[in-house]
């Protein structure tokens, strides 16, 4: 195998944070050693998250076995999906900072093809992947990110598995939202579909 320098386009402050949250987690847990320190295992998740090299393109760059590469992500992607904001959180969070209305937009990312591809097929898309619900700000600061399902799902089947409806309207914060959540109840407000549409429209 060939090694060779790279980059990241991260900044220090996201390093240091990531950093410290494995930090904190193994002195709770009260890990003795690692084969990494933990600013060391936040740069490999932090490479692995952001360009999506394979568990063995990271094991071999960071000196790793690729079991232990997966072990690292898997922990540090827990740690940080614990510290996220849930919904109802983040949309009182939304209404304190004043914002007049919020978009919702569903996006899919693209995996490998697995034995059991077909739940995972996006029609839509013509590619493999899950189908992630995302609720923004209106200059697209991202405020809240759903789980994910598998591809085939639709936007608006998506919003009402994870509740988004139903908080958005607790909540009363108009929603703009594109052509896919079109029937949605409550706040969401969608385009017009159709030809030769009244003007009113």
């Given amino acids: 195998m060939l090694?060779?320098?790279?980059?990241?386009?991260l900044s220090?402050?996201?390093?240091?944070?990531?950093?410290g949250v494995i930090r904190r987690h193994r002195k709770s847990m009260r890990s003795i050693w690692r084969r990494l320190n933990p600013g060391r295992q936040a740069l490999l998740v932090l490479v692995y998250l952001?360009?999506?090299e394979t568990y063995a393109e990271l094991a071999a760059?960071?000196?790793?076995?690729?079991?232990?590469?997966w072990r690292y992500v898997e922990e540090t992607v827990a740690l940080l999906s614990a510290r996220s904001p849930k919904l109802v959180q983040a949309?009182?969070?939304a209404k304190r900072d004043g914002?007049?209305?919020l978009v919702l937009d569903g996006t899919l990312i693209h995996t490998d093809r697995i034995a059991a591809d077909r739940p995972y097929f996006s029609?839509?898309?013509?590619?493999?992947?899950m189908n992630v619900q995302v609720i923004a700000s209106p200059d697209g600061t991202i405020?809240?990110?759903s789980g994910a399902l598998p591809g085939k799902a639709h936007d608006l089947t998506a919003a009402r598995i994870w509740g988004i409806l139903r908080a958005l309207e607790q909540a009363g914060i108009i929603t703009l939202a594109d052509k896919a959540y079109q029937g949605a109840e409550g706040p969401v407000r969608t385009p017009y579909k159709g030809k030769h549409k009244p003007e009113s429209q």
């Fill in 61 to 69: 760059g960071f000196g790793v076995s690729a079991a232990t590469a």
């Fill in 99 to 101: 914002l007049h209305y």
């Fill in 12 to 19: 220090h402050q996201r390093l240091n944070y990531v950093a």
């Fill in 123 to 129: 029609g839509k898309h013509r590619v493999h992947g």
């Fill in 91 to 93: 949309l009182r969070k």
């Fill in 143 to 145: 405020l809240w990110t």
């Fill in 50 to 52: 952001r360009k999506g």
């Fill in 3 to 9: 090694f060779y320098r790279a980059a990241v386009d």
